[in-house]
């Protein structure tokens, strides 16, 4: 059971990047969905700093979501994906 979520999750998070949006945060997210995998998120990536990150979990990851490691840049706004025309 845990298996399949944290599978979901992973599929879930590469759907939501690969839709334009930014990494999501765990705090101060704006939709319960970006929260939601906002925390997933930051506890995957604590786990694998901490080296308690299962290696074939972290290559799911680095296949699905490539940055999911370093995620948002602090201080930098997330670009806008509709370009100005002109």
Do not use: C, F
Not at 2 to 17: K, V
């Amino acid at each position: 059971m845990d298996e399949a979520r944290w599978q979901n999750r992973l599929t879930d998070l590469a759907a939501y990047h690969a839709a334009g949006n930014d990494w999501p945060l765990h705090k101060s997210s704006m939709t319960d969905e970006e929260h939601d995998l906002g925390v997933w998120l930051h506890s995957q990536r604590q786990k694998a700093r901490r080296g308690e990150l299962d290696p074939a979990k972290i290559r799911a990851l680095d296949e699905a979501v490539p940055g999911w490691r370093t995620g948002r840049q602090r201080g930098r706004k997330p670009r806008n994906s509709i370009q100005p025309s002109g």
